[in-house]
């Protein structure tokens, strides 16, 4: 009966030690994937903030002044060359998601 307990004893702590390290490969790769999603999103927060700018801008210009074309047409090109950083980014997101990145 002695020998039984033993290797149970033996057993249990191998699957615990083999647990401990899944779960601890578990946490790494998931801190990593945190980290990565926390910089893409900052950046698309980014993106959008100067869009709402750029958005509010061009309507308190239409509002005081219905001629001030020129100003609209500075800041739809801001709001192309954001564009393009805010689909870089979407881009990033959808290659970490698939997990082709």
């Known amino acids: 009966m002695n020998v039984w307990i ?3 004893i033996v057993i249990a702590a191998v699957a615990i030690v083999v647990q401990m390290a899944i779960l601890l490969g578990m946490y790494l ?5 945190i980290d990565k999603f926390t910089v893409i999103a900052d950046e698309l927060k980014d993106a ?6 750029t958005n509010r801008i061009l309507e308190d210009s239409g509002r005081q ?3 001030a074309s020129w100003a609209m047409a500075l800041r739809s ?3 192309r060359a954001g ?15 698939c997990g082709c990145k």
């Open 6 to 8: 033993e290797a149970f």
């Open 29 to 33: 790769q998931m801190k990593g994937a």
């Open 48 to 53: 959008s903030t100067d869009t709402l700018r």
């Open 65 to 67: 002044n219905p001629r």
């Open 77 to 79: 090109l801001e709001w």
């Open 83 to 97: 564009k393009r950083r805010r689909s870089t980014a979407c881009s990033r997101i959808a290659l970490s998601g």
